[in-house]
């Protein structure tokens, strides 16, 4: 049997692309190698309902995988510290149907104009591949409005300056603010900031058949236990109401086969633990940014920028102790934003330029708080002292902070390969994870963190403090030097030029035009803002323009079928 | 079906481990303490996950009934053979079993547990309480599981065995799981 399309990886990309391919009347296969907690197993059109607000079984024990004894990742700084230094769990993207979309706190911004021309704009950096990418917003924006419409996204429209330009409407209205945040927001203002309400893949109001939230706070990290969040439930389902495509959970692709310079199909290791094949006309690779490159490596493929380039968000966090309690465990997580720092101003300039940089870039800054309380009792010492401090709760009940997700360079040196030594459950070598921080984010983070922490003062906070992630002083400390991010780009960089890029702008490769990238290993830069919303509009994009349709599903641009 | 305390560590073994938990969360005039709170009965139940069936490892969803809808936190999942191949390797060790050493033999829980509880020795509760305190710290890496094992039972969800009647949740103002719920927008955004 050859089916139209296999996709590997059912989160928010392959559920995309698998959406525009089965509204074309294309037959796809979605392969993916977690298991199945998002849709009921008797009827793949409606959600299950194994989620649920347990911070025990998502926190502690992996509920949403992947488990990192059957499959490690492994983590160095550099070259120099040898083989890895950590085995287990790094940058834990869920291992699930749904993929990061189910434990995601559901914050979509947009990019904005400027993020896809980096290198024209503001110029290159010593060390760092800043390139343009082959599209502009332009050619996505009719995509991110179809995403929008699709998993449904609640916004304020005009109320954040620095937005790009819109064709239309948030979906929804924005949902109920976080108390915090209220205070935050305003002492943002009146510092000059500019703080808007969070574009989030929640429902405000009920959506196509989906409740509202109801602000349970077990947003962030969580699958939803009444499915207000829309990616990629909305999608999944919607796919497999069509009748044209068939969810494969608990199967993993371990090679992609292909002929003559095309894709051919996949083989995979089932269930049962047997190996197959299967054909198809087209093969959309949606693991991520770590197993999307693991893949095309396992698969035999040699082009040197596969891999590389592997980003992050650096993460800097400014928290802040309050004598009021913030209630964090109440809302969505994070409900509001600002971007100023990711627009330069004259003190940011002349902070690159005492770094000995052209430019440096923040990132969108996330209002939040820390709502669970097994995180937060591992954070005081055990003892006598313990029941008070939780009690007084003075890192969660009264606690606020401000999280910048800074732009992160993409330095070929930070990678993503197979490590020579570990394997996963299946005998396949693991994804080993190179990367450090380079010049940009550290004065980046400098620069930002002190005015975080003003905001922070602004609002009445009794004290303040800045930690990163991953750690910068972690040689000796208790500071990690892995990222917390979950946010991860890269590693198949889509260009113009085959010998500097592996795919080109519809994230088809080079070397084999049918095979698709659809996730954020495409992305040439990071920007400063989450990658869920612009991953799912390429992933539609590239879907669209294979199975010859428009952004829309009644566009009136060609419906032709391409050849196959 | 199994009833009854311990489910897995022996009656001396459980006694070190009560008195281990209780010196970490000890009771005070606003938080019942480790030992009414059932924590040694949340560690001992994990270790002996795999005598009930399903396994107790994760509860089951959507709702916990204490806030409305059907209680079905009771109702353990099943495991898949890859999550029941991961459980009972991080629970029971190797075992010198192929299928489980393909990176190399695996210390389970339950075995770091028997050791580091000989180490603390049969009498520890009757050592002082500054006594009790030295031997944890002797054992650094003892000390850490048991630490952050004593925090879910502790502050997790009460059918996993411990935080008994949500008595560590009420200690520290926190309210738990609350769908189907929720919270109203006024909660939400009001002091």
Redesign the interface.
Known sequence: MTVDAVVVGSGPGGSAAADVLTAAGWTVVIFEKGRDHLLDPDDHTRPASDFSNDEIKFLHRHFLGPDPFLEPHTFRTCEEDGDHIHVGSVNAIPSTVGGGGVHADGKVPRFREEDFALASTLGPQEGAAVADWPLGYEDLEPFYARAEESIGVAGLDGSNPFAAKRSGPFPMPPGADMYGATLSVAAAERLGYHPYPAPTAANSVPYQGRPACNNCGFCAFFGCPIHAKGDPVALLTRVMATGRAELRAETFVSKVLTSSGRASGVEYVGQDGKTRTMSSRHVFLAGGAVETPRLLLLSGMTHPMIGRHLMFHFQTIAAGGFEIDMHPDRGRSVTHLHDDHIVGDEESRQAAREAGLPWLRGGTVEHTGQAHVIMEARHYGWGSAHPQAMRDSPLRRHLWALCMQGEDLPYPGNRVDLDPRVRDVRGFPVARLTYRPGPHELAASAHFGPRLEGILRQMGAQWTSVATSPGVDYRGSSQSPIPDSHHVMGTVRMGRDPATSVVDAYGAMHEFPNLVVADSSVFVTSTGYGPTLTLVALAARAAARVAGVGAQPDDVFTRETKAH | MVTGVPIFLTDSEYRVLRCACD??????A??P?ADALGVADYIDGLLGAFHFDPPR????????GRHGGAD??ATF?RL????E??WR??LEGSCGMPERE??GP?VGYQERYRSGLARLGEHFPEASWEEK?LRLEADPDFCEMV??H???G????PE?GGNRNCG??E???????????????S?????
């Open positions: 010196r970490m969360f000890p009771a005070t606003h938080n303490g490892i994760w509860a089951g969803g959507p709702y916990s079905r936190f999942h898949g053979p890859l999550d191949l991961a390797t991080r393909f990176n695996v305190r630490f952050h004593g925090c879910e502790m502050y997790g969800a996993y560590g949740w200690a520290a103002g926190y309210t738990g799981d609350v769908q189907p719920r929720g919270w109203s927008d909660e939400v955004s009001l002091p």
